[in-house]
Each structure stands twice: as C-alpha cells, then as structure tokens.
C-alpha cells in the first residue's frame, strides 16, 4: 500500500512478503521505517540524505541501539560495538 499527500508526493508505504513486513513514513526528506521480520524487529530513523541516524534492533538472543552522526560514524552504540 502506498499513500501520498494532496500534492501526488510519497508519503507512506505498507509492505508485507514472505519474510517480513515494513512500514515507511516520509516527511521533508527524512524517514521512519518499523521492520518485523521472520526472526527481528527494527526501527530505523533516516536523515533527509537516506542515512541511517538512529537505529533500533532486536532478536529473540539480543538487542541493540546504534546513533550515528551527519558523517555516519557511530557516536552510540549498547551494547557496544566490536
């Protein structure tokens, strides 16, 4: 499913497949994408450049949180990354 604003912009989608769904959100270049997959759940939150800035993960063993900066370097990470 896909929605777009009165002005014919993308907006939203709503996907599901055999491995998992996904839900997008745009506004003002920037997006939210919730993920739930066969085996993991996420949550990504992306600049108006399409880069990751924060990012939630989770499987059934482990969960982790990832903030990274304009330059997509890591500037938080728990549990810490190797």
Same mark, same amino acid.
């Given at each position: +499913?896909?929605?777009? &604003?009165?002005? %014919?912009?993308?907006?939203?989608?709503?996907?599901?497949? !055999? @491995?998992?769904? /996904?839900?997008?959100?745009?506004?003002?270049?920037?997006?939210?994408?919730? +993920?739930?997959?066969? &085996?993991?759940? %996420?949550?990504?939150?992306?600049?108006?450049?399409?880069? !990751? @800035?924060?990012? /939630?993960?989770?499987?059934?063993?482990?969960?982790?949180?990832?903030?990274?900066?304009?330059?997509?370097?890591?500037?938080?990470?728990?549990?810490?990354?190797?």
């Amino acid at each position: +499913m896909v929605v777009y &604003d009165t002005s %014919g912009r993308h907006r939203a989608t709503l996907t599901d497949a !055999p @491995r998992g769904a /996904v839900m997008s959100v745009f506004k003002n270049g920037g997006d939210i994408r919730l +993920m739930a997959m066969e &085996d993991s759940a %996420g949550l990504s939150l992306r600049d108006a450049k399409g880069k !990751p @800035r924060a990012v /939630v993960f989770v499987t059934e063993d482990q969960a982790q949180i990832i903030l990274k900066d304009s330059g997509n370097q890591t500037v938080f990470s728990a549990p810490k990354s190797e």
